[in-house]
């Protein structure tokens, strides 16, 4: 039960990373520095995706270290 909730908790971080992409997809003036407005959003959406990710796949190879 608490690998499934967990799993859950990753698939929710990873769902919202791919929320904040498509929200600061916005028509808004392009800023021209990196972590300025829309660049900075889509940032961190891409880096909790990743995030999520990799939090993904510690969580099933520390599940198949259980099992094992």
């Not at 608490?2 to 929710?12: D, F, S, W």
């Not at 904040?20 to 520095?33: A, L, N, Q, S, T």
């Not at 940032?43 to 510690?58: D, F, Q």
């Amino acid at each position: 039960m608490k690998t499934l909730l967990t799993a859950l908790i990753v698939i929710i971080i990873i769902i919202g990373g791919v929320l904040i992409i498509v929200v600061g997809k916005k028509p808004f003036p392009e800023p021209e520095c990196i972590v300025c407005g829309i660049n900075l959003i889509r940032t961190l959406g891409i880096a909790e995706i990743i995030l999520g990710i990799g939090a993904l796949v510690i969580q099933s190879n520390m599940i198949e270290k259980q099992r094992n």
